[in-house]
């Protein structure tokens, strides 16, 4: 029973990963959609749009994976 408490928590540890991950990439995504605003003003709006989607999806994965780590680890 100990080994699999452990092997959870492991497992818990490891869906956490992504989220340090996706702390990079949304630093490198605002950095990237910064440098194009700055060369392109006009298209801000439509830069800043898909800046949004690329958000949504980084944090799609976040969530998948802290939510799977909730599940093994109480399951």
Known sequence: MLLVLAVKTLVLGLCMLPISAAALGVGILFAGYNIAVSRNPDESETIFNGTL?????????????????????FI
């Open 53 to 73: 989607m690329g958000f949504a999806l980084v944090e799609t994965f976040v969530f998948m994976s802290f939510f799977f780590g909730i599940i093994v680890y």
